[in-house]
C-alpha cells in the first residue's frame, strides 16, 4: 500500500477539522498555527493541502487578505437539496435493483441497532452515516463524476447542519431509512423512489423548521 504522503495527511486532518462543526464560517486560517496543531514541522503540506481543500469549495483563499474557512447561506444549502431532488430519485429509479444486499444489510443493522439503541446516536456520526448511506444507494451507477459532485454536496450540507442546528431528532429520519430499505429488499423501485423523495423533502422541511 503506498504510503500517505504529507500533503495527504494535512489535507485529510485540515478537512475533518473544518467538517468537525467547531470551526465557524469565515474564520480565519493560520497556517503556521495549523501546522503546528496538526505536528508538521514546516507549513508546506498546509499550504498544498489548503489549495486542494479550495478545490472542495471548503476554504476561500483571497490574495493579500488570508484564507478562510468558507462560508455558506441557508439559500445554498436549500438550492442543495433541489439538486438532490432531482438527482437521487432519478438514478435510483435507474439502479435499484443493482445495489448489492450486503449493503442493504450494512446500513439496515446499524439503523435498527440506533433504532433499539438511541442512547448510541450522536450528530456527527450521524450525518457522516446519512452522507454514506445515499452515495452507497448511487455507488451501481458507476458515475464517478456524479459521486463527486454529489458527495460535496453532502459536505456542504453537513457541515451547514452541524454548525446551525443544536438539537435534531433523528427518530423520524431513521424511520424513513429504513422504510427506503424495505423497499429496496422488497424489489419494489416505485415504492423506493417514492420514500427516498419523502425523505429528502422532509430532511429539508426538519432544517427550515430548526433555523425558524
Known amino acids: 500500500m503506498r504510503k500517505e504522503t504529507l500533503a495527504e495527511k494535512a489535507y485529510r486532518y485540515i478537512k475533518e477539522w473544518i467538517l468537525s462543526g467547531d470551526v465557524e464560517f469565515g474564520a480565519i486560517i493560520d497556517q503556521q498555527e ?7 514541522s514546516s507549513i508546506t503540506p498546509v499550504r498544498e493541502a489548503l489549495i486542494l481543500l479550495q478545490k472542495d469549495n471548503l476554504v476561500d483563499i483571497i490574495p493579500r487578505k488570508g484564507i478562510f474557512v468558507s462560508r455558506m447561506s441557508l439559500e445554498e444549502v436549500i438550492d442543495n437539496f433541489q439538486i438532490r431532488e432531482i438527482i437521487e430519485p432519478t438514478v435510483l429509479q435507474e439502479i435499484a435493483l443493482d445495489i448489492p444486499g450486503e449493503v442493504l444489510q450494512k446500513y439496515r443493522d446499524l439503523y435498527e441497532d440506533w433504532s433499539a439503541h438511541p442512547e448510541k446516536l450522536e450528530m456527527k456520526s450521524y450525518l457522516q452515516a446519512d452522507s454514506d448511506f445515499h452515495l452507497a444507494l448511487l455507488a451501481p451507477l458507476g458515475n464517478s463524476s456524479l459521486g463527486r459532485i454529489l458527495e460535496t454536496i453532502y459536505v456542504e450540507n453537513t457541515r451547514y447542519r452541524l ?9 423520524g429520519s431513521i424511520n ?7 423497499a429496496l429488499e422488497a424489489r419494489d423501485v416505485t415504492l423506493a423512489v417514492t ?6 423533502q422532509k430532511s429539508k ?8
Open 34 to 40: 495549523l501546522a503546528g496543531r496538526f505536528g508538521f
Open 163 to 171: 454548525l446551525s442546528l443544536k438539537q435534531r431528532n433523528f427518530g
Open 176 to 182: 424513513e431509512h429504513l422504510q427506503i430499505l424495505d
Open 195 to 200: 420514500s427516498l423523495k419523502e425523505h429528502i
Open 205 to 212: 422541511i426538519a432544517l427550515l423548521m430548526n433555523k425558524s
